[in-house]
């Protein structure tokens, strides 16, 4: 079975792993140092890129080369998603104010209590 390189896919599983960690378009191109117009294409699935690139998203959005070019599951993309959440919610946080954080804090010891059953510390 000859496996093929669809840019389309790789391009969503980019903008899917970019939005969950809470970076625009122009925030990516950058860390990638890459133009914006040039990033934005390989999100739509319209252009390639060079190894270095794929290299550089994979690093930035810390996902495997196998899951981005395959979309193909290891088990140390299975450890890196917790890393990843953690990103995301860590990113949520970041850019809130002090009470929202402090919400968000007891709002998270409430969840955690009902799901685990044990009482919040």
């Not at 390639?48 to 993309?77: F, P, R």
């Not at 995301?88 to 929202?100: F, G, H, K, Q, V």
Request: glycine residues 4%; charged residues 30%.
């Amino acid at each position: 079975m000859k496996k093929t390189y669809d840019r389309l896919a790789v391009g969503d599983r980019l903008r899917l792993k970019r939005t969950l960690l809470g970076f625009t378009q122009d925030e990516m191109a950058e860390k990638i140092d890459r133009a914006t117009k040039y990033y934005a294409d390989i999100e739509r699935g319209s252009c390639g890129m060079s190894v270095e690139t794929l290299m550089a998203l994979a690093d930035v959005l810390h996902m495997s080369l196998d899951y981005l070019i395959y979309g193909k599951e290891t088990s140390e993309n299975e450890k890196l998603q917790h890393t990843e959440e953690v990103a995301a919610i860590l990113n949520m946080l970041n850019n809130s104010d002090e009470r929202t954080r402090k919400y968000a804090r007891s709002l998270i010891k409430i969840y955690l209590a009902a799901v685990t059953g044990r009482p919040e510390t």
